[in-house]
């Protein structure tokens, strides 16, 4: 299952969140080599981390660990593409109120063979779109790296590029967009084969649905 985390369900989250920023530190920084700003640090955390994010949240069924997550924030606020990566569409960051940013998506490897990392990743994209309808989001952007792309569009929902590959600190990056349809969901829980909700639903995550 999925945890929603908001930023004011932080502090019943407080070890699984210093463990996802421990595995961004590994996976970013000490395997993809990724510039950030942790130098001494054993957590990778950055500007965006901050009280507009909402992380989604895969942990571990026997002791609650972090195994996968991904950050999320709304493009009406200060988010990455906007920032870091302005320049990066010739028309400019995509915004709007159903609109939200994707970033910092990462899997735990402590032990995990390639079959449970990708049902990890395959949980997570469920749960983006179940969020997605939850909250009358119509879309997310993303920039990711190009050799990632196909892993992206794998899962089954559709993606538009905002730009054309781009070397970006010694990697091809590219800009993109994620549309959630009316058949989204059903798609991708056919081609993935899991048919039931995947995200932890608390009394306040239905009350900011409703």
């Given at each position: 299952m999925i945890d929603t985390i908001h930023p004011d369900d932080r502090h019943a989250f407080s070890t699984p969140l210093m463990q996802m920023y421990h595995d961004r530190k590994r996976v970013f920084v000490d395997q993809l080599g990724w510039r950030l700003k942790t130098p001494g640090s054993w957590l990778e955390l950055d500007d965006y981390d901050n009280d507009a994010a909402v992380y989604l949240m895969a942990r571990d069924a026997a002791d609650g660990s972090h195994r996968g997550s991904?950050?999320?924030?709304?493009?009406?606020?200060?988010?990455l593409m906007e920032g870091v990566f302005a320049d990066l569409c010739a028309e400019g960051p995509v915004r709007?109120?159903?609109i939200w940013e994707i970033s910092r998506l990462v899997a735990s490897v402590n032990g995990q063979a390639g079959s449970r990392l990708l049902r990890v990743h395959r949980l997570l994209a469920l749960g983006l779109v179940e969020?997605?309808?939850?909250?009358?989001?119509?879309?997310y952007v993303l920039?990711?790296?190009?050799q990632r792309v196909p892993a992206?569009?794998?899962?089954g929902w559709?993606?538009?590029p905002l730009?054309?590959?781009?070397?970006y600190e010694g990697e091809t990056i590219e800009a993109l967009q994620i549309?959630?349809?009316a058949d989204t969901l059903a798609r991708m829980r056919t081609r993935l084969g899991l048919h039931t909700p995947v995200l932890t639903l608390s009394a306040a995550d239905l009350a900011r649905a409703a």
């Amino acid at each position: 299952m999925i945890d929603t985390i908001h930023p004011d369900d932080r502090h019943a989250f407080s070890t699984p969140l210093m463990q996802m920023y421990h595995d961004r530190k590994r996976v970013f920084v000490d395997q993809l080599g990724w510039r950030l700003k942790t130098p001494g640090s054993w957590l990778e955390l950055d500007d965006y981390d901050n009280d507009a994010a909402v992380y989604l949240m895969a942990r571990d069924a026997a002791d609650g660990s972090h195994r996968g997550s991904v950050r999320l924030l709304p493009t009406t606020g200060a988010h990455l593409m906007e920032g870091v990566f302005a320049d990066l569409c010739a028309e400019g960051p995509v915004r709007g109120e159903t609109i939200w940013e994707i970033s910092r998506l990462v899997a735990s490897v402590n032990g995990q063979a390639g079959s449970r990392l990708l049902r990890v990743h395959r949980l997570l994209a469920l749960g983006l779109v179940e969020f997605a309808v939850l909250n009358r989001i119509d879309s997310y952007v993303l920039v990711a790296e190009s050799q990632r792309v196909p892993a992206l569009l794998s899962v089954g929902w559709r993606v538009t590029p905002l730009c054309l590959p781009t070397e970006y600190e010694g990697e091809t990056i590219e800009a993109l967009q994620i549309h959630i349809e009316a058949d989204t969901l059903a798609r991708m829980r056919t081609r993935l084969g899991l048919h039931t909700p995947v995200l932890t639903l608390s009394a306040a995550d239905l009350a900011r649905a409703a």
